[in-house]
T-cell receptor, first 111, second 115 residues
């Protein structure tokens, strides 16, 4: 099946720093999504991307759909303690009816 | 609206026991899903359903069964629990499979330990 390689696996950053994480695949995706999972809860959608090259922001979060359609990145600016959690990328290809999820990036924000 | 409700939140099973993880949604979504989440492995799709009476296998269906007798409910059954089924299970629903236009709404998970 399709696979998404998400990196880094974990990050420890100081409050106020910017964060960047990315997902890559050998397959082409038509939609890229970024989810956040707070401790003890299910993932929640942050940003959706539909076109190659698309750059979309949601507050301090910015995500881009790679030109090759095989990658995406998520940036978080000026991190705050509530940014702590696991961030997942997910992709939807034309042939698949279901999302493929990355393995997640565990983010810890130190005061 | 309650969204997606999963019960129980925690469960410990002995090897060979059976149990049903319950999932209900009140958003009138046609699509429902069961995922398992293992540390460092992301979310793997177990089974999904596109409507009442219709179910299909996902990426990791072995050892599980599902049914969809109503739009609201999508229970997941483990018949002979094995240690490899120790995981956190998430139920989700969506209006369609479009992705961002119809995001997955997740429950808060069931943490299952098989010993």
């Amino acid at each position: 099946g399709q696979q998404l390689n998400q990196s880094p696996q974990s990050m420890f950053i100081q409050e106020g720093e910017d964060v960047s994480m990315n997902c890559t695949s050998s397959s082409i995706f038509n939609t890229w999504l970024w989810y956040k999972q707070d401790p003890g809860e299910g993932p929640v959608l942050l940003i959706a991307l539909y076109k190659a090259g698309e750059l979309t922001s949601n507050g301090r979060l910015t995500a881009q759909f790679g030109i090759t359609r095989k990658d995406s990145f998520l940036n978080i600016s000026a991190s705050i303690p509530s940014d702590v959690g696991i961030y997942f990328c997910a992709g939807l290809s034309g042939s698949a009816r279901q999302l493929t999820f990355g393995s997640g990036t565990q983010l810890t924000v130190l005061p | 609206n309650a969204g997606v409700t999963q019960t129980p939140k925690f469960r410990i099973l002995k090897i060979g026991q059976s149990m049903t993880l319950q999932c209900a949604q009140d958003m009138n979504h046609n699509y429902m899903y069961w995922y398992r989440q293992d540390p460092g492995m992301g979310l793997k799709l177990i089974y999904y359903s596109v409507g009442a009476g219709i179910t299909d296998k996902g990426e990791v269906p072995n050892g599980y069964n599902v049914s969809r007798s109503t739009t609201e409910d999508f229970p997941l059954r483990l018949e002979l629990a094995a240690p490899s089924q120790t995981s956190v299970y998430f139920c989700a629903s969506s209006y369609s499979t479009r992705g961002g236009d119809s995001p997955l709404h997740f429950g808060n998970g069931t943490r299952l330990t098989v010993t």
